[in-house]
């Protein structure tokens, strides 16, 4: 594994599933045989309207608003179609979704804050923090996809083909449900595995109490400030329009995002891997096209390296992203981070 310099500090994983720290669904994840279980519909909404249900849990209040958030947009969206849409706005909304995920999904929640691919400076975890223009918690993000790594594909993955495509989709409000009654240790150890994450932590009373671990004062505040300033900044470029057209933006964003959990894996398309394309023997997560080119989400690679900032190793995959993160350690917001580009060629010569 190359390093840009000397010290790139392992992961500290909370090993979720091992410790409770996300209520499992209320359905069995593997039939009789041990195979997995993929949710009926009904099993699947259950689930949904229970993860959402802050009447009975008040520390589920911030999934809910979660959910709203999506809804609006989604009812933005909709108006965008129906009364904003044109060509250039359309290459407009385009340009600001392949932005909005690339840098947010891609750079931060992704790269940075679920596999510690790189180093950030304080400054730059400022920055993405209090810019995050998805009302999603990184946190939230981070926990689950720790554990789909460990089982992807197998019972307790959190996401992936094997809940179906609503239950893939819904998934975001599904994971969030935190066991608050897990031990003070194992409390620690969750703190411990978003430590480079940045954000002020609650006290293990107020994580009981409120189901997150970034306080949640500073959340909203945070959430605030960035909503203003996609705001303002989208009023100053076009006025009440590029408003729209930038939650037309959050919406597809979200969506896709929300879609590649599902799709990344397979979805309703292939399993076989492509001989020279695909490599990741562990999982069956694809190299897309789309998502590659859109988001520089090379997932089999990123499945066979998931600590590695670059993930498109082949010359055919453009990997925005990894440039992005190479920009920044130009300018001194990274100070360093993993390249596992040598150690793919190796592999892949073997596998030849
Ligand atoms: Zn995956
Ligand atoms: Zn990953």
Redesign the pocket.
């Known amino acids: 594994m190359t390093t840009a310099s000397a010290s790139v500090p392992v992961l500290v994983e909370a090993r979720s599933e091992d410790a409770g720290v996300l209520i499992p669904p209320f359905f069995s994840m593997h039939d009789r045989d041990g195979f997995i279980h993929k949710p009926s519909l009904r099993e699947t909404l259950r689930e949904w309207f229970g993860a959402v249900n802050f009447i009975n849990y008040p520390n589920r209040t911030l999934t809910m608003l979660n959910v709203l958030y999506h809804l609006g947009t989604f009812g933005v969206f909709i108006a965008y179609i129906s009364a904003y849409f044109s060509i250039p706005s359309a290459i407009y909304v385009s340009f600001l979704s392949t932005y909005l995920v690339t840098l947010y999904n891609t750079v931060w929640f ?1 790269r940075h804050c ?2 510690l691919s790189f180093q950030a400076t304080k400054v730059l975890k400022v920055f993405f923090l209090w810019t995050n223009p998805f009302f999603f918690r990184e946190e939230i993000y981070v926990v689950p ?1 720790q554990v ?2 460990r089982r992807s594909e197998k019972p307790g993955d959190p996401y992936g083909p094997h809940l179906g495509w609503l239950g893939s989709y819904l998934s975001i409000e599904s994971n969030q449900k935190y066991n608050t009654q897990i031990s003070r240790e194992k409390y620690e150890a969750l703190q411990r595995s978003l430590q480079h994450v940045g954000f002020p932590m609650n006290s293990f009373n107020d994580f009981k109490k409120y189901g997150s671990v970034e306080k949640v004062p500073h959340y909203l505040l945070r959430t605030a400030v960035s909503q203003g300033l996609y705001c303002f900044l989208s009023y100053l470029v076009g006025g009440l329009p590029a408003v729209i057209y930038f939650y037309a933006a959050v919406f597809l964003s979200v969506f896709l995002i929300r879609d590649f959990n599902w799709r990344g894996h397979g979805g309703f398309n292939r399993r076989n891997k492509i001989d020279g394309w695909e490599f990741d023997p562990q999982s069956s997560a694809l190299n897309q096209k789309f998502y590659g080119y859109f988001a520089s989400e090379w997932h089999d690679c ?1 499945h066979l390296f ?1 600590m590695s900032a670059k993930s498109g190793f082949l010359s055919s995959q453009p990997d925005l992203a990894f440039s992005v993160i190479l920009f920044l350690k130009r300018i001194g917001f990274v100070t360093n981070y993993i390249d596992s580009t040598q150690n793919f060629n190796n592999f892949s010569n073997v596998v030849k």
Do not use: D, G, L, M
């Open positions: 992704h679920s596999h996809h789909h790594h990123h998931p």
